[in-house]
């Protein structure tokens, strides 16, 4: 008899300390986590059965997140809300449960997602960065060596990099960019970080936080 | 600025930055101005080995179930986080609070190997507090240590406050409560310590003097102040009352042993000669199936973990096996919770269990012969015969393991070459036994994993009087061992010589071994345990700058009047049985095991008047 499965995705949080937690160990806690509830969860039908459970779009290490997605299933209906309680009460502290729902895209139409950089710099080099940043972007091109499992590839990011707002803040400079994302083409923010840092100092520190990830037509993925 | 703010770019530099920042599922929180004593609890190695350990879980737990007291987790840095630490001036700090431990009451440090006194040093340096007790004047903090190792803790003499011999369920609580009546009347360090000594298993190791002849052996221990002299170490009575923790922290990396684990029993019936923990741990106690069974209900609902481990020092010697498997089967089959039996005994390992073990997943076998010949298994006190390993072996092929891994040590008192090629007769009986078996498991061949350690005599055993073979010596039989394996389906690992020596010294090393610690660690000598971090010849320069030899120490017979380092400290075990103990192992003849026979160790003498019967006994 075929089980019942019920896709479910959750949106979650994943800041402060939770940053420093791989991909790999994100996993693992969710593992963990899940079996922390009594949820009815469905597990993979081979030979050794596990806990079905995947990342649409992975989190890189020392990235903060405000929405971040995991996919599941179960083998039972059940309210949303009642899983949403369950998950809050299991997850350790860092993650944050977002909202619990139904799939609606497949996690093959991610194509972009948002971040915000913060660059910490003295009060006095804040303006000269700010002007370097609208620089950067007027340019036609830019140009940055990305490493993938093939090798090194020098890469014009400039078609898969949107700068969405940037101003100065009181600890430095703030921006706003939107990043080619998904399973094809992953433009890390660190790596615009690395075409800015070409031509300026690097920042006192960087803080990174995803804010959204989105569909080809920049509309929330769902 | 914060010591979290402080962390941020230091983070980003060094590999799995989550070893440092706590914030774990069960890691404990509490309001800083809400308790009166603050307590790191240190773990002189990396997180990934401090946070496998059980007893860590469980004083963790027992202080923090007292609404007073704060106990935190630290452990020692590697190697790229200390450089950013001292490169950014960042002390090390509690994994809970992220405060500065230097200003803690207490920082207690677990001793479980002796391969970990440099790094307990470099803790203290990158604390920010001075590494020699006498130079901290403050009552705050006061520096502890406790484990196994601290039954010799005289190598760490010069920078550890006081010792806590024993189980420290208790005693951990007593010198707390001591504390706060302490501070409260503003009393000095020195008043605090000399109080604390009057606490059963408490060694406050600046209240000796030693004495020393001419020939380097110790001439005298004389206790001052009103010192003990003797201290005896504690232990818990009733184990099945006593607090276990009902959550672990649970880490988010990947660490050694990631799963549930139980203590079955404390304590080894069997007194192989060569093992410290089976005369230190004395005498046997167990936990009734019941609170086992609650036990590993509670950890598996909190942490979530897939894996319960019954830990103990011979899980297959626990009466109550049995009947907890049969409590703890069904519902960990339910959840798909694997059971982990990591000390089993190859004569007590029934078909039974093996099936029963098997039900859950099949994973290698490790058994633990010891030596290869019959003569060597005898006069180290292994009562284990080749027909019952040979058997046992049968048995898990038959259900379906084809991978076992035999643990031996060379060097053991009494052996010879014969007895080194004895491994390697022992390995191929097993191969043998695999391939005459008609039910043997179809389409795989057999995998015998020999590892071999170096035998380490430590005190508090029989062999405490036994010299260490020279690293000469040891890979010579090495090389033996290897010349008499002709099967590629034996692999032989085997162990470093060189550690093995300095681990020797320090095992039975004395208080003159300070300042040689103390030089080995100022020139660069930490994380000793790990290969990349260990270079011997800086030990042997710290040791030539203070006058010293490691063979000294390691490889030198000791007389059975001789005063050892440890004298004034009491295990339980008398020196009377382990001299006669030692004398049976010359002539090669065994001692039955606690439940057989009662040999009159010693240590049911730590029950006396108590209410409590001593289980050993009948």
Redesign the interface.
């Known amino acids: 008899m075929q089980q019942v499965m019920i896709p479910v995705r959750m949106f979650f949080s994943k800041t402060?300390?939770?940053k420093?937690?791989?991909h790999l160990?994100?996993m693992?806690?969710f593992?963990?986590?899940?079996?922390?509830t009594h949820l009815p969860l469905w597990d993979t039908q081979g030979f050794n059965?596990h806990l079905y459970m995947t990342f649409p779009l992975p989190l890189a290490?020392?990235v903060e997140s405000h929405r971040e997605a995991v996919d599941f299933r179960l083998t039972q209906e059940l309210d949303f809300g009642q899983v949403a309680q369950e998950l809050v009460d299991?997850l350790?502290?860092?993650f944050e449960v977002v909202e619990v729902a139904e799939p609606v895209m497949p996690a093959s139409a991610i194509a972009w997602a948002e971040y915000e950089l913060r660059l910490a710099y003295p009060p006095m080099e804040r303006e000269a960065m700010l002007f370097a940043l609208k620089e950067l972007f007027a340019k036609p091109s830019i140009e940055v060596i990305k490493k993938s499992k093939k090798g090194e590839v020098l890469t014009d990011i400039r078609p898969h990099t949107t700068l969405l707002d940037c101003k100065v803040d009181d600890s430095g400079l703030w921006m706003s960019v939107g990043l080619a994302a998904g399973s094809t083409l992953n433009i890390s923010p660190r790596l615009l970080l690395e075409a800015f840092e070409k031509d300026t100092r690097p920042a006192?520190?960087?803080?990174i936080l995803r804010t959204a990830i989105l569909d080809a037509g920049r509309k929330p993925f769902v | 600025m914060s010591l979290e703010a402080k962390l941020e770019p230091i983070l980003e530099q060094v590999q799995k930055p989550a070893r440092y920042i706590g914030g774990e599922l069960g890691s404990i929180i509490k309001e800083p101005d809400k308790v009166s004593v603050r307590f790191a609890f240190c773990f002189p190695d990396l997180y990934e080995i401090g946070m496998s350990h059980l007893g860590m879980k469980i004083l963790y737990s027992i202080k923090n179930s007292r609404e007073d007291i704060w106990c935190e987790r630290v452990f020692a840095p590697a190697a790229d986080m200390e450089a950013q630490m001292r490169e950014h001036h960042t002390p090390l700090y509690g994994l809970e609070s992220l405060e500065p431990i230097r200003d803690f009451d207490f920082i207690g440090f677990s001793l479980q190997y002796e391969m970990c006194y440099t790094t307990l040093l470099n803790m203290l340096d990158l604390a920010g507090l001075t590494v020699r007790s006498a130079d901290r004047k403050n009552l705050a903090p006061i520096v502890m240590a406790g484990g196994p190792c601290a039954c010799n803790p005289e190598p760490l003499a010069d920078f550890v406050d006081l010792f806590v011999l024993g189980e420290g369920e208790e005693v951990n609580l007593e010198l707390i409560d001591l504390y706060r009546q302490a501070k409260q009347e503003g009393c000095s360090k020195e008043e605090y310590l000399r109080r604390a000594a009057g606490i059963p298993g408490v060694y406050v190791p600046s209240l000796y003097d030693v004495t020393y002849r001419e020939d380097g052996t110790i001439q005298a221990i004389t206790p001052k102040e009103g010192a003990p002299a003797k201290v005896s170490k504690r232990i818990i009575r009733e184990l099945d009352k006593v607090p276990f923790p009902k959550s672990f922290v649970v880490p988010f990396i990947d660490i050694v042993h990631d799963r549930s684990m139980l203590e079955v029993q404390r304590g080894c019936i069997r007194g192989c000669r060569f093992c410290q923990a089976g005369f230190i741990y004395r005498p046997i106690r167990d936990k009734s199936p019941e609170t086992l069974n609650r036990d590993a209900l509670n950890l598996s609902d909190t942490s979530g973990y897939d894996e319960v481990s019954l830990t103990s020092l011979s899980t297959s010697d626990y009466q109550g096996l049995e009947e907890l498997l049969d409590n703890i089967l069904p519902w960990t089959q339910e959840r798909q919770i694997n059971i982990a039996l990591p000390s089993l005994r190859i004569d007590s390992c029934s078909e039974k269990l093996l099936a029963q073990i098997a039900k859950v997943r099949k994973s290698g076998l490790t058994f633990a012969p010891e030596a290869g010949s019959q003569r060597l298994r005898d006069a180290i006190n292994k009562n284990l015969s080749e027909e019952e390993i040979l058997s046992t072996c049968r048995a898990a092929f038959r259900n379906g393991y084809t991978s076992v891994k035999l643990y031996f040590m060379i060097g053991l008192p009494t052996e010879t070459l014969e007895d080194v090629a004895g491994i390697a007769d022992l390995a191929q009986k097993v191969v043998d036994a695999f391939y005459r078996l008609p039910d043997k498991p179809k389409g795989k061949g057999v995998q015998v994993t020999v590892s071999v350690a170096c035998f380490v005599p430590k005190p508090y055993t029989p062999f405490e009087f036994e010299p260490q073979d020279t690293p000469e010596q040891l890979r010579e039989k090495q090389r033996h061992l290897i010349a008499n394996v002709r099967s590629r389906k034996i692999s032989v690992k085997y162990h470093d010589s060189q550690t093995s020596v300095l681990e020797a010294a320090l095992a039975r090393g004395d208080r003159r071994l300070g300042p040689v610690l103390e030089s080995a660690w100022r020139a660069g000598s930490r994380l000793d345990g790990w290969g990349e971090h260990f270079s011997m010849e800086r030990w042997t320069q710290a040791f030539a700058d203070h006058g010293l030899e490691p063979g000294f120490y390691a490889h030198r017979r000791r007389d059975y009047e001789e005063v050892a380092p440890w004298s004034h400290l009491d295990y339980g075990v008398s020196r009377r049985f382990l001299i006669g103990e030692n004398k049976k192992a010359w002539d090669s003849t065994v001692t039955p095991n606690c439940r057989e026979h009662c040999s009159g160790c010693g240590a049911a003498a730590l029950y006396l008047n108590g209410e409590v019967k001593p289980p050993c006994s009948k």
């Open positions: 402060g300390r939770a420093y937690i791989s160990d994100t693992r806690t593992t963990r986590a899940f079996r922390r059965p290490l020392g299991a350790p502290p860092g006192d520190s960087v803080k």
